[in-house]
């Protein structure tokens, strides 16, 4: 099988799994301060297994408390919230987060980091070494495995984030601008990276980001929030084939969408 034939494959079984809704919001609302400040007001939305979906909104619209509320790291004020059907109470192990600092443990090496959640949860296998040395080479840090994070660039750094998360085993994934600090170049590369990636493991991806072309670009779905109060304004659906490739963001289609979000953050 050549490569763009596996591809094919690869998104065809993408496809067909995307019957199951993983994630569920019904009227999702969550104020701070008794009430005085409306941090997200009635939010509606289904992710379903293996998609990827784009969150994109100006700073202060409430993307990350979403995201927060799906993590169960946070409490909703109102609405139902359901991961795999049960309703959302608090962390879960097949849930993972990655925000823009990777917080990796700088007297550890980019193998250990990666080990670190496993480590604390249960006793290390020699598996678990071979895992996360696999999980290095898909993030492309196979010659880092003894490095330091201190001798590791802020992409690189995030790489090791990335594999450290997938080791949890989570397969749905919740990413808070996980690639916002670093420079446009290093973003770029780092994205078409992770939408190989998330094919790859087969996750289930809701990306946050206030960039309007990157949320098209990586998702199958961009779910488009304004501000004051945050709302969940339009989902808009990404028609584009994968793999895709940074030309995709030349066409007058692509463009032709960021118009289309770039006008709905424009009516509010
Ligand atoms: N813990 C908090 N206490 C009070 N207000 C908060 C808290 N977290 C977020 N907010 C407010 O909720 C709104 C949405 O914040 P946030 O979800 O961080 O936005 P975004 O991630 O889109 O930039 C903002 O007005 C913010 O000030
Ligand atoms: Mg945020």
């Not at 990413?175 to 992770?194: I, K, Q, S, V, W």
Request: glycine share 10%; proline share 4%; with cysteine.
């Amino acid at each position: 099988m050549n490569a763009m034939s596996n591809a094919n494959a690869r998104s065809g079984a993408h496809t067909q799994q995307q019957g199951d809704i993983v994630i569920k919001g019904e009227g999702v609302g969550k104020t701070f301060g008794n009430g005085s400040v409306v941090a997200l007001e009635g939010a509606d939305f289904e992710i379903k297994r293996g998609e990827f979906v784009s969150l994109v909104g100006p700073s202060g619209c409430g993307k990350s408390t979403l995201l927060r509320m799906v993590a169960g790291l946070i409490e909703r004020s109102s609405g139902k919230l359901a991961v795999h059907g049960d309703t959302v109470k608090g962390p879960r192990s097949d849930v993972g987060l990655m925000f823009q600092r990777a917080t990796l443990l700088e007297w550890r090496t980019a193998l250990d980091n990666v080990l670190l959640p496993t480590e604390l949860s249960r006793k290390l296998t020699s598996a678990d070494y071979d895992h996360a040395e696999e999980l290095l080479a898909m993030v492309g840090l196979q010659d880092f495995t003894f490095t330091f994070p201190s001798q590791l660039s802020g992409g690189m750094q995030q790489r090791v984030a990335l594999a450290r998360l997938l080791k949890t085993g989570a397969d749905i994934l919740l990413l808070d601008e996980p690639f916002g600090a670093l420079d446009e170049f290093t973003r770029e590369h780092l994205n078409l990276e992770l939408m190989r990636i998330v094919a790859d493991v087969g996750a289930t991806t809701l990306f946050v980001t206030h960039n309007i072309g990157e949320a098209i670009f990586l998702a199958d779905k961009v779910m488009v929030m304004t501000p004051r109060p945050g709302r969940l304004a339009r989902i808009v659906d990404v028609p584009f084939e994968r793999p895709r490739t940074a030309e995709l963001q030349l066409t007058p289609e692509f463009n032709a969408l960021v118009a289309e979000v770039r006008a709905v953050l424009g009516d509010h």
